[in-house]
T-cell receptor, first 114, second 113 residues
Framework: DAGVIQSPRHEVTEMGQEVTLRCKPI?????LFWYRQTMMRGLELLIY????????DSGMPEDRFSAKMPNASFSTLKIQPSEPRDSAVYFC????????????FGPGTRLTVL | AQSVAQPEDQVNVAEGNPLTVKCTYS??????LFWYVQYPNRGLQFLLK??????LVKGSYGFEAEFNKSQTSFHLKKPSALVSDSALYFC???????????FGPGTRLSVLP
């Protein structure tokens, strides 16, 4: 398996623009997580899905952020409109429920909002 | 609610010396504990975990961790550090429903040649 795949790896955009981050989890994994990493706040869980259903979105910072998982092999995290304070590295991770839950992380998307 | 503390922002150790990266936790039930490593510009990589059984857990790249229930600690150790071990290390604890991790703030390990 290729592991968790994220695209794009880097994104530079201007304030006010819509940003869409994409994730393909490992085949067979039934949990998917979105994290944000910054120097100030460290690693923050934004939202996670189980069998494509959002379970906990309490970490989503505000209504400008939304996430979807239309099927077991694809998820998106959308920011609309983007702001400079959204600049961070966004990670997607997946795990398999029956394997004591270690998560497998993608390489991340480095987002810069100018 | 569960929480994880990594009391040291930075650990420096000379190559060949033993290393320890500290982690303490707070969780209501039985703890499930994990260590991850992050190299520059990479995602986190799983190192090892404690679920049950032996308090000493062995993982990837020669790392091990010791679970101590009375001290609520799960320190990461390696007998002989390598320069290539230099990275950011995260301790994590799983909460009661089993799917949400809480990560510690991370400890930057620098192994000096």
């Amino acid at each position: 398996d290729a592991g968790v795949i994220q695209s794009p790896r880097h994104e530079v955009t201007e304030m006010g623009q819509e940003v869409t981050l994409r994730c393909k989890p490992i085949s067979g994994h039934d949990y998917l997580f979105w994290y944000r990493q910054t120097m100030m706040r460290g690693l923050e869980l934004l939202i996670y899905f189980n069998n494509n259903v959002p379970i906990d979105d309490s970490g989503m910072p505000e209504d400008r952020f939304s996430a979807k998982m239309p099927n077991a092999s694809f998820s998106t995290l959308k920011i609309q409109p983007s702001e400079p304070r959204d600049s961070a590295v966004y990670f997607c991770a997946s795990s398999f429920n029956g394997d004591y839950n270690e998560q497998f992380f993608g390489p991340g998307t480095r987002l810069t909002v100018l | 609610a569960q929480s994880v503390a990594q009391p040291e922002d930075q650990v420096n150790v000379a190559e060949g010396n033993p290393l320890t990266v500290k982690c303490t936790y707070s969780v209501s039930g039985n703890p499930y504990l994990f260590w991850y490593v992050q190299y520059p510009n990479r995602g986190l990589q799983f190192l090892l975990k404690y679920i049950t059984g032996d308090n000493l857990v062995k993982g990837s790249y020669g790392f091990e961790a010791e679970f101590n229930k009375s001290q609520t600690s799960f320190h990461l150790k390696k007998p002989s550090a390598l320069v290539s071990d230099s990275a950011l290390y995260f301790c994590a604890v799983r909460d009661s429903d089993g799917q949400n991790f809480v990560f510690g703030p991370g400890t930057r390990l620098s192994v000096l040649p």
